[in-house]
């Protein structure tokens, strides 16, 4: 904390939140005199692919505006007691979250929270009702996946667009894969999963959704 603190000594001792953090198991460390002037903090930094740290989540307790606004509530025990206000940032800003993220990925966002997900690319136009039935079902599942009906792209232009907007799968629909209902996935690395049926390749990409992988495995 700093050395000029609003309150008494005994209302900031008492704030003490060692405890929790000791409870919680992970290490930590005092930082002096880095403390609000209304109470203890707790910050958590994190560290991002070049190793350096940012400063973004933090706890605060505030003893003070309880003070000031002559907050009280009624206790079990039928006594009047202060509460005290938690003031609760998980992300800290989300602009510098986003920015720390997107630089720490280096814009390829794990599936989990990519804003581009799949991609379903039809070899040829008389395939494109296909591809909007595959983009229409994982769609309802919540999965985000885009189509390209270009018909003046070429098969391996439209790969590689893909590629390049980072879409973690993509997806290739032919006459193979109409007719035995199923799709050809390949990664933006371009790694070749080869074919899945529909009801597969969905239920994959939901449970790597849920497990929150920063790895797109589809194992």
């Not at 307790?61 to 509530?73: A, C, G, K, S």
């Amino acid at each position: 904390r700093k050395h000029q603190i609003a309150g008494t000594e005994e209302a900031v001792v008492s704030t003490q939140s060692t405890g929790a953090l000791d409870e919680f198991g992970e290490p930590w460390e005092v930082n002096p005199g880095d403390g609000a002037f209304y109470g203890p903090k707790i910050d958590i930094a994190v560290r991002d692919a070049l190793r350096r740290q940012h400063q973004c989540a933090t706890i605060q307790l505030d003893f003070q505006l309880p003070i000031r606004f002559n907050l009280l509530y009624n206790a079990p025990d039928g006594t009047e007691k202060r509460p005290v206000i938690v003031h609760r940032a998980v992300l800290g800003t989300i602009e510098r979250m986003t920015g720390i993220l997107t630089e720490h990925f280096a814009g390829k966002w794990p599936f989990w929270l990519s804003p581009r997900q799949v991609m379903v690319i039809p070899v040829m136009p008389m395939f494109n009702d296909y591809a909007i039935q595959i983009r229409d079902k994982l769609h309802n599942q919540h999965i985000v996946i885009d189509t390209d009906l270009d018909d003046g792209a070429t098969l391996n232009k439209k790969v590689r667009n893909a590629q390049l907007a980072q879409y973690n799968f993509i997806f290739v629909v032919g006459e193979k894969e109409q007719n035995s209902g199923t799709v050809n996935v390949r990664t933006r690395d371009n790694v070749v999963h080869g074919e899945h049926t529909i009801e597969d390749i969905t239920e994959k990409l939901i449970r790597l959704r849920d497990s929150k992988s920063n790895v797109d495995n589809l194992e």
